[in-house]
């Protein structure tokens, strides 16, 4: 399992080495995201090394990310590893993502999988990982 620095879980999003995938799964993606999302993107784009890889290797919107950038130059994993538990970089990375359970509740079940709950329960799954990074 990899997460986002603000909690999504990338490596179940299907950017996530969407190249390697090939063109038929990027144009699924595409295809996906234009009517899920309204996001139409290049079916080259669907590539995605996970948040935290180099920008070279992420997925474009994520390259701006704040929440990212700050993670990269902290040396972190993710925000749990943060001691500030209170972040507006952090909270402006995951409003991006809060809306996504409500678009969920339109899907067939198999949209619902594989192209909204890799965003969904991002706070939930950043507050475990937090408290886990605690205990150690």
Known sequence: MLMSACGVLCSDCPAYHGAEKGPQHQARVVEAWTRIYQRPESPASIACGGCLSSDADVFYTSVGCTCRLCCQGK??????????ESCDLLEHAQAVWDGVPAIGKTLTPEDYRTYAQPYCAHRQRLAEARERHARR
Do not use: D, M, R
């Open 75 to 84: 040396g972190f994993g993710s925000c749990a590893e943060c001691p500030q």
